[in-house]
């Protein structure tokens, strides 16, 4: 018999630890770009069918464990489950949707204050196949909350703060940003509230309305304060969002400083000026960040993504921190001279996000998808903003 589940029972089940045998449908090279932990690729052509090869291959892969399968939107793992059902296989699970869901499911994680101020509430989204790191952030007290760096499904924001009880009262974009669609400025104009960016956004031609903020500038939710820190490096109008809580600093950092890397300077610069945008970071990480106190935790905008689909510097559903401290003294990106510094962010950049011009056009109100499944398309696949 063939099933169907949803991308987020799937999570449910890795989170489970269910054993299963996953296989990927789609061609090689998109499977080898990106695919969930432990699948296995079996290509399938539903004009060509199951053939003696793939027969076998599944054989090999699976066992006695169910069979889960999966390719881009369900269009190829579909009827290869049911042509296994017609061979003989009698457990086979289809994932609806396919990796364009998997892009779209989200953990909604709370950030323990444990510093004594139970005003302070934080929500961390985390985007699971992307590593996109969004927040919520509010007051207890007086109920009212922001919202920094909302991706496109802005419900999941909306839905967190109202889980908190808190309504949101302004929204925040650490930047303009390059690997996902932001949601920031469509939030804030459905529920009638400030969306804020920095204020060097006005070089970046942004075509939509948004309230400028200023390095030092503040804005509270009742006895919490979020003072805007002007942060360039990644972009030029990058900023940084600093919690001041009785007993205890919060830093959201967007793509500044990651916790096992810094943003990468070269999407907007571009390669011939990445060393421009790395001077400014140097300066941002040394001058601005690292004074801070030590015990500040940093909450970054991203998570690395490998290609098999698993965090780097930490686990879904699990909080994406770490003390600044810490990062001081183990992050050998921040223990460079600024010479060594520049030339290993200029020379060693990653692979760029996809699609990623396109998505920064959309960014800046100079282009719109022209459906929500080219938006889908556009955004598929894990971040690459770390150096």
């Given at each position: 018999m063939v099933s169907q589940i949803t991308a987020d029972e799937l999570a449910d089940r890795f989170d489970a630890?269910?054993?299963?045998?996953?296989?990927?449908?789609?061609?090689?090279?998109?499977?080898?770009?990106?695919?969930?932990?432990?699948?296995?690729?079996?290509?399938?052509?539903?004009?060509?069918?199951?053939?003696?090869d793939q027969r076998d291959?599944?054989?090999?892969?699976?066992?006695?464990?169910?069979?889960?399968?999966?390719?881009?939107?369900?269009?190829?793992?579909?009827?290869?489950?049911f042509e296994l059902e017609t061979q003989g296989y009698d457990d086979v699970t289809v994932v609806k949707g396919g990796m364009e869901d998997w892009s779209k499911v989200y953990d909604v994680v709370p950030i323990a204050t444990n510093d004594g101020n139970a005003e302070l509430v934080v929500r961390q989204i985390q985007r699971r196949g992307k590593g996109c790191l969004g927040y919520v952030v509010g007051s207890s007290e007086s109920g009212d909350?922001?919202?920094?760096?909302?991706?496109?499904?802005?419900?999941?924001?909306?839905?967190?703060?109202?889980?908190?009880?808190?309504?949101?009262?302004?929204?925040?974009?650490?930047?303009i940003h390059a690997d996902h669609i932001s949601g920031g400025s469509r939030l804030a104009e459905i529920l009638d509230v400030p969306y804020y960016l920095g204020e060097k956004a006005s070089e970046r031609d942004v075509e939509y309305d948004y309230d400028s903020l200023e390095d030092g500038d503040i804005i509270e939710l009742g006895d919490v304060e979020i003072t805007a820190l002007h942060a360039p490096g990644h972009t030029t109008?990058?900023?940084?969002?600093?919690?001041?809580?009785?007993g205890g600093d919060y830093l959201?950092?967007?793509?500044?400083?990651?916790?096992?890397?810094?943003?990468?300077?070269?999407?907007?610069?571009?390669?011939?000026?990445?060393?421009?945008?790395?001077?400014?970071?140097?300066?941002?990480?040394?001058?601005?960040?690292?004074?801070l106190p030590d015990d500040t935790r940093i909450l970054p905008g991203h998570v690395s993504v490998t290609s098999d689909g698993r965090y780097e510097g930490g686990e879904p559903?699990?909080?994406?921190?770490?003390r600044l401290a810490d990062l001081r003294d183990t992050l050998d990106l921040l223990q460079l001279d600024e010479e060594s510094f520049v030339n290993r962010l200029a020379e060693n950049a990653p692979e760029k996000p996809p699609n990623y011009e396109t998505v920064i056009a959309?960014?800046?109100?100079?282009?719109?998808?022209?459906?929500?499944?080219?938006?889908?398309?556009?955004e598929v696949?894990?971040?690459?903003?770390?150096?």
């Open positions: 630890g269910e054993s299963m045998t996953l296989i990927d449908t789609r061609p090689e090279d998109s499977f080898e770009a990106w695919h969930l932990p432990e699948a296995k690729n079996v290509p399938f052509d539903p004009r060509e069918g199951v053939g003696d291959r599944v054989d090999e892969i699976t066992g006695e464990k169910p069979l889960v399968t999966i390719c881009g939107k369900g269009l190829t793992s579909t009827p290869f489950a909350a922001a919202v920094v760096d909302a991706t496109r499904q802005i419900d999941v924001f909306e839905v967190a703060a109202e889980e908190a009880g808190l309504t949101i009262s302004c929204v925040f974009d650490t930047h109008e990058m900023m940084n969002y600093r919690i001041d809580s009785d959201l950092t967007g793509d500044t400083l990651f916790v096992d890397s810094v943003g990468r300077t070269e999407l907007q610069f571009g390669e011939n000026d990445a060393s421009e945008g790395a001077e400014l970071l140097y300066e941002t990480l040394h001058e601005t960040i690292l004074d559903g699990k909080p994406i921190q770490a959309i960014n800046t109100g100079e282009d719109s998808p022209d459906s929500d499944e080219e938006a889908t398309e556009l696949g894990p971040n690459n903003c770390a150096a």
